[in-house]
């Protein structure tokens, strides 16, 4: 049994904690907490062993709160460690814990690639560069946003290569996710210099790409704008869509009138953490005029990177096939069951 161990329970920890705890080849060494809070007790509630700083075992336990030992206990016993701390907090923990401790970590979208802070020295897309990560020491798992766009991209350009001339994306984001106590302003703001460029450059670095990213007043999902200029005529829509239909974490949906529908979906279909884990590709969007092609598809922001840290963990750990890790991610998160059913409902 391989050892892993989540560093962090928010959004992306908790969701990770669901998937690990349910694989029969890994052990879930446990997860770590940092304040005594309705969180801790939710983590213990569920079976799962928290860990805290040396320094805060005594506050837990005060509190009542059965707590199995400290974050360096955990990271020692472990495998891997999976950091889903908050940002800017990974490269923290790699010079406090995993460099010292040699052990094996992924890193969540958000971490520095460059740099005097960087952690790794490849960032995953399981769509692109899956084989790159194998056997790695340290990996940074592309955010949502990445994420996304490699499973629209990846497969244009391996259909169109050569006559694809750039690509425009506007990432038009939620503000804050459902469980998200933070207030959601009524204001419409830009992101300056989104990193999401940068990173997706990375994976692919001769790609004619550029990012614009936008934050609206919405908990649902993102929604991205693609617009793909060709040399010259661009395929037909029926040509895009059948690209996609066999793809794996790509749903083809029409007649959704907005993301809040699709997500509300989900939790009415007793998805997982009401989590879709997938793009969806709203058909009824796609546009086609002289040299351009518009895509534009809603991506599952707080499902989307948990079947690709799942799937690092057997390149990481395990070094399975792409082929080996997708049937894998398949079973554990039902993915091809999930899109069958979303393009039913939005048929």
């Not at 006559?163 to 207030?183: G, H, M, P, T, Y």
């Not at 989104?194 to 929604?223: C, E, G, T």
């Not at 969007?285 to 963990?313: A, C, F, H, W």
């Amino acid at each position: 049994m391989y050892k892993v161990f989540i560093n962090g329970y928010g959004i992306i920890g908790g969701r990770l904690a669901t998937a690990v705890s349910k694989d029969n080849d890994t052990d879930l060494v446990g997860i770590a907490k940092y304040s005594a809070d309705e969180k801790t007790e939710e983590a213990i509630k569920k079976g799962y062993k928290v860990f805290v700083p040396s320094k805060l075992i005594n506050e837990f336990r005060k509190k009542n709160y059965d707590i199995a030992g400290s974050i360096e206990e955990a990271i020692t016993e472990s495998d891997l460690v999976i950091d889903a701390s908050s940002e800017g907090n990974g490269f923290k923990n790699m010079i406090k814990y995993y460099r010292p401790l040699k052990k094996k970590a992924i890193f969540q979208g958000g971490e520095d690639r460059y740099g005097k802070k960087s952690v790794a020295n490849v960032i995953h897309n399981s769509r692109i560069n899956y084989e790159k990560t194998l056997g790695k020491e340290f990996v940074i798992q592309g955010s949502c946003n990445v994420t996304g766009m490699g499973r629209i991209i990846q497969p244009l350009i391996e259909e169109y290569g050569d006559s694809i001339k750039r690509f425009d994306v506007n990432l038009v984001r939620r503000w804050a996710d459902l469980e998200d106590k933070k207030e959601v302003k009524d204001s419409i703001e830009w992101d300056k210099d989104p990193h999401h460029q940068d990173d997706f450059k990375d994976i692919i670095p001769s790609i004619n790409l550029y990012v614009d990213a936008l934050k609206v007043p919405s908990r649902m999902m993102h929604l991205h704008q693609m617009t793909i200029r060709f040399e010259n005529k661009p395929p037909s829509i029926d040509e895009v869509i059948k690209i996609f239909q066999d793809e794996f974490g790509v749903a083809i949906l029409n007649n959704a009138k907005g993301t809040g529908d699709i997500r509300k979906k989900a939790i009415e279909l007793n998805f997982e953490h009401g989590d879709t884990s997938m793009v969806h590709i709203h058909s009824e969007l796609i546009r086609i005029q002289d040299d351009v092609l518009k895509i534009s598809y809603s991506d599952d922001q707080t499902g989307m990177v948990i079947p690709e840290n799942y799937m690092l963990i057997q390149s990481m750990l395990k070094n399975k096939s792409r082929k080996e890790a997708l049937k894998l991610a398949d079973r554990l998160f039902g993915l091809k069951r999930k899109k069958k059913i979303l393009e039913s409902e939005f048929h």
